[in-house]
């Protein structure tokens, strides 16, 4: 199961990355750049579909995580292809697109930082805050409140990388409670057998 979570956790930093990178590009560059991200995010999206449908059906019955992977990945394909063929189409609709993406992520987001709680870490309400707020920004990119088509590129970059940035601190901090969680049942599962060893010494020593 370790190396399903870590596997997971690989990919997920990488897509953090790449939505911070692909951020600050839509920033800096805006129109340019447009048509190029849009093809490029497609093939990312559809390769990461295929991996998190691959993954619920390989590890469905052995990480509850997983339970929404098939869902994400089933969108992720989808827009991703729609992206990718039709780049076109996908720019007057950049803002839906970014945005309906924006709001799943935080949706995941936000079950992760319920698993962080249950987890018992104490600052849990961290994730779950990082979480509503990206919820927040895809639903005010859906909205767009600028008439202009730079500021709201300028705003999509920034919810990008806020996404990005979020999604590695929650990741970290998932990570953080696994360990510790694994090294308390590693140590009650020591003690357990030190006082069964301790038990049948006892009785041992009685006969």
Known sequence: MSAILRQRKNSSIIIALISIILGIVLMIYKNTAVKFICIAAGVVLMALGIY??????????KVAALQLDLLLGIIMFLLGL???????????????????VIIIHGLVDLQAALNIKRG??????????????????????????????????ILIGIVLVFDGISDLYIILRISKVFHEVKDAVEDARQEADAVET???????DKK
């Open 52 to 61: 998190y449908i691959v993954t619920y059906f390989t590890h469905k019955s």
């Open 120 to 153: 018992g870490y104490e600052k849990w309400w961290v994730s779950l805050i990082l979480a509503l707020v990206t919820i927040v920004l895809g639903t005010l990119i859906l909205v767009d409140p600028f008439s202009a088509l730079d500021a709201l590129l």
């Open 82 to 100: 729609w992206m990718a063929v039709k780049p076109e189409s996908v720019i007057s609709l950049l803002q839906y697109v970014v945005g309906a």
């Open 198 to 204: 301790e038990g049948t010494v006892a009785d041992d």
